[in-house]
């Protein structure tokens, strides 16, 4: 069966510090897979998506970037974050456009 | 793109009852509506969705109905548990590639 991991649970992380956000896949080959930001429990924002290794596109300009070294391996990073950056961030995955999306456990970054 | 709007923003309901959530789409192209669920401090999870080739679909104590002409979408959780009690969002696609707008979220309370 499929599963994904994203690691860590939380974080709380002095401004200016990089950041590094890891979100796995297991059980499938060459799925979609997506970077979400979430504040205040609601709202989810698409920040980073991927239709294979080296194919990212951007949603959202801003202080984060993303990476894809291995077909089933996402990472999100920054080099100084922000305040703003805070949030609970969320990887996903689909088989095919207009399927189920599945959702990791999520991280709860507080940049501090 | 894909606007989508979700309505009531919190919904407090007492055990047994109903509850229904509405969301509007403005992409008349749009042809696939998750709806998802989450609990507190974990990712969402998809627990019904629709096409647009059918205007009801239903699973135990849930359904989903869409109105392709109004461009509306709605939740419907009948004989309502505490365990029902989360934030519930619904979703259309943006693009071909799977991308999901979604709405606002909708924070269910079921008192006993």
């Known amino acids: 069966s499929q599963t994904i991991h994203q690691w860590p649970a939380t974080l709380v992380q002095p401004v200016g510090s990089p950041l590094s956000l890891e979100c796995t896949v297991e059980g499938t080959s060459n799925p979609n897979l997506y970077w979400y930001r979430q504040a205040a429990g609601r709202g989810l924002q698409l920040l980073f998506y991927?239709?294979?290794?080296?194919?990212i596109s951007s949603e959202v300009p801003q202080n984060l970037s993303a990476s894809r070294p291995q077909d089933r391996q996402f990472i999100l990073s920054s080099k100084k974050l922000l305040l703003s950056d805070s949030g609970f961030y969320l990887c996903?995955?689909?088989?095919?456009?207009?399927?189920?999306?599945?959702f990791g456990q999520g991280t709860r970054l507080t940049v501090v | 793109g894909e606007n989508v709007e979700q309505h009531p923003s919190t919904l407090s309901v007492q055990e047994g009852d109903s509850a229904v959530i509405k969301c509007t789409y403005s992409?008349?192209?749009?042809?696939?509506f998750p709806w998802y669920k989450q609990e507190l401090g974990k990712g969402p999870q998809l627990i019904i969705d629709?096409?647009?080739?059918?205007g009801e679909k239903k699973d135990q104590r849930i359904a989903v109905t869409l109105n392709k002409t109004a461009k509306h979408f709605s939740l419907h959780i009948t004989e309502t548990q505490p365990e029902d009690s989360a934030v519930y969002f619904c979703?259309?696609?943006?693009?071909?590639?799977?991308?999901?707008?979604f709405g606002a979220g909708t924070q269910v309370v079921v008192t006993p």
């Open positions: 979703a259309a696609p943006r693009d071909s590639w799977g991308k999901l707008q």
């Open positions: 991927s239709i294979g290794i080296d194919q």
């Open positions: 996903a995955w689909t088989v095919n456009p207009n399927t189920e999306a599945f």
């Open positions: 629709i096409r647009s080739n059918v």
């Open positions: 992409d008349s192209a749009s042809n696939y």
